[in-house]
């Protein structure tokens, strides 16, 4: 099943997502786990958080595929003995990052719930993060790189951030209008999203 995902403006994006009861059903989990994925493909993210299809708990998933798959040219510019960075295609339930550490970069991040905005967000290089897996393995893992980053990003909206809170004041104030208008549902978007409005509109 195809969630509509959330735009900007909805509270469930602003608060701290609760653990994931040990006792929840393992079909239950399974299922939240497939329509998120089927959910994030049909809208061409790399990641998806659960209050993102309005749910306030603690789970993301996320492939990083599209982010660091090669085509021929990119192969070619690769320098010798430089490893291109592997896909991670991973659900994550209750995480807790245990650490960011290593030099800070910058990219120009997009969320699927704040449709057509990009901006330069600057995170830390590595991470350690304890999480279960879907079959609720306990992993305490290290990831860098693009993973690390997709990671950072799903793991802020378990926190209730958005990526638009990391950005200096003079860039918010810049974009205030603009993300106004996002969750009113004034934006393009190629698939199904949930606005604060919806309700009140119709
Ligand atoms: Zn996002």
Same mark, same amino acid.
């Given at each position: 099943?195809? @969630? ?23 079909? %239950? ?43 021929? %040219? ?56 304890? @999480?279960? #897996? %879907? ?50 549902? #004034? ?16």
């Amino acid at each position: 099943m195809i @969630y509509s995902i959330v735009a900007i403006g909805d509270p469930v994006l602003k608060t701290k997502a609760k653990n994931i009861a040990a006792d929840l059903p393992a079909a %239950e989990l399974k299922q939240l786990i497939a329509d998120m994925y089927e959910t994030m493909y049909s809208a061409s993210g790399v990641g998806l958080a659960a209050p993102q299809v309005g749910k306030a708990v603690r789970l993301f998933v996320m492939d990083s595929g599209p982010m660091v798959d090669l085509d021929e %040219e990119d192969l070619a510019e690769l320098e010798e003995g430089e490893v291109p960075e592997p896909a991670v295609k991973r659900a994550f339930i209750n995480p807790q990052m245990v650490s960011e550490t290593g030099e800070e970069w910058g990219f120009e991040e997009g969320c699927l719930s704040i449709p057509g905005v990009r901006e330069l967000v600057t995170r830390h290089a590595d991470i350690v993060l304890r @999480y279960e #897996d %879907e079959n609720r393995q306990v992993h305490e893992e290290a990831f860098s790189g693009m993973a690390a980053r997709v990671i950072q990003h799903e793991y802020d909206h378990l926190e209730g951030i958005l990526f638009t809170d990391k950005l200096s004041g003079f860039k918010k104030q810049l974009l205030k209008g603009k993300l106004a208008r996002i969750s009113k549902g #004034d934006v393009r978007h190629e698939y199904r999203m949930k606005f604060v409005g919806d309700g009140r509109r119709r």
